[in-house]
């Protein structure tokens, strides 16, 4: 009896792990970010539907911007995570943290901006 060739859905489950671990570091990211907000006197902002679901839309979308979104995931959890580190650090001493975590938000939304830009418009190819 002959094997039978892969079906498309098992091609795609390659891409579903990636896209997991793309989606819990997406959701600390943002963890992180409201605790900076906080940090910094800022209201916690509303989540658009291309926020809560950028790592499903980069999941569809794959090839390159699935790539350049995960590695830009990556980069975002590593820079915030010892900026916000060293702000509780700060915060814990008693001196003031709001300067510095209103430039590690607005650093975080510059970003994150970036990475939502990879996100193709209507009716263009992916």
Not at 101 to 116: C, D, N, P, V
């Amino acid at each position: 009896m002959a094997s039978r060739p892969p079906s498309h859905d098992a091609n795609r489950t390659g891409a579903r792990p990636a896209a997991s671990q793309m989606a819990v570091k997406w959701t600390a990211v943002h963890e992180a970010a409201a605790a900076i907000g906080e940090l910094a006197g800022i209201a916690p902002e509303y989540r658009s539907p291309e926020v809560r679901n950028f790592p499903a839309i980069m999941r569809d979308t794959g090839g390159w911007r699935m790539r350049l979104a995960e590695q830009g995931v990556d980069d975002l959890a590593a820079i915030l995570e010892p900026g916000l580190a060293a702000l509780l650090a700060l915060h814990g001493s008693g001196a003031p943290a709001g300067a510095a975590a209103l430039a590690l938000w607005q650093e975080f939304h510059t970003a994150r901006a970036g990475l939502l830009a990879l996100i193709p418009p209507l009716g263009i190819e992916r």
